[in-house]
T-cell receptor, first 112, second 110 residues
Framework: SQTIHQWPATLVQPVGSPLSLECTVEGTSNPNLYWYRQAAGRGLQLLFYSVGIGQISSEVPQNLSASRPQDRQFILSSKKLLLSDSGFYLC???????????FGQGTRLTVV | SQQGEEDPQALSIQEGENATMNCSYKTSINNLQWYRQNSGRGLVHLILIRSNEREKHSGRLRVTLDTSKKSSSLLITASRAADTASYFCATDANDYKLSFGAGTTVTVRA
């Protein structure tokens, strides 16, 4: 069966520090991968999606970047965090077509 | 930008009552999905309805889709305290991008 792992679960980082959040998927090949951010009490904002290794599409201009070094690995990064980067980050995968998305448990990032 | 918008933003009901929430979207879609999120957790898929379907059932869930009005509704019948969560609709304008609305927070009182 397929599983998705996302870590860490919580993170407190100072302003200006770097960020690396990792997401890995098991049990499937060539998944579409997604990073979403959710502000408190709000909906999900799509940040990045990837349909293959090295292929990254950015949805909004921001202080973040994403990379997909392996088929089932998706990394969210920042060189210098801003206060506004605080939020709940969710990784998800899906297969191309009319299928459901599977989400990780999320990372709550607090930038102080 | 968010494709779907849920209404109402929040809903409080008594256990045993039905909960109805709506979703409106802007562009043509392949399918529409509903997800549930417990506080501080990831989203869990509930049900998918294709653009050529009008109604779908899954257990206590009933989803309708009106593509002419670009809207969908999710009905939870005979609600339970465990149904307390946020519910999101999601649409895909193409095969890759899944866009979510702001969600409806449902509180079921025991």
């Amino acid at each position: 069966s397929q599983t998705i792992h996302q870590w860490p679960a919580t993170l407190v980082q100072p302003v200006g520090s770097p960020l690396s959040l990792e997401c890995t998927v098991e049990g499937t090949s060539n998944p579409n991968l997604y990073w979403y951010r959710q502000a408190a009490g709000r909906g999900l904002q799509l940040l990045f999606y990837s349909v293959g290794i090295g292929q990254i599409s950015s949805e909004v201009p921001q202080n973040l970047s994403a990379s997909r070094p392996q088929d089932r690995q998706f990394i969210l990064s920042s060189k210098k965090l801003l206060l506004s980067d605080s939020g709940f980050y969710l990784c998800a995968w899906a297969t191309t077509g009319n299928t459901e998305a599977f989400f990780g448990q999320g990372t709550r990032l607090t930038v102080v | 930008s968010q494709q779907g918008e849920e209404d109402p933003q929040a809903l409080s009901i008594q256990e045993g009552e039905n909960a109805t929430m709506n979703c409106s979207y802007k562009t043509s879609i392949n399918n529409l999905q509903w997800y549930r999120q417990n506080s501080g957790r990831g989203l869990v898929h509930l049900i998918l309805i294709r653009s050529n379907e009008r109604e779908k059932h899954s257990g206590r869930l009933r989803v309708t889709l009106d593509t002419s009005k670009k809207s969908s509704s999710l009905l939870i019948t005979a609600s339970r305290a465990a149904d307390t969560a946020s519910y999101f609709c999601a649409t895909d304008a193409n095969d890759y991008k899944l866009s979510f609305g702001a969600g409806t927070t449902v509180t079921v009182r025991a």
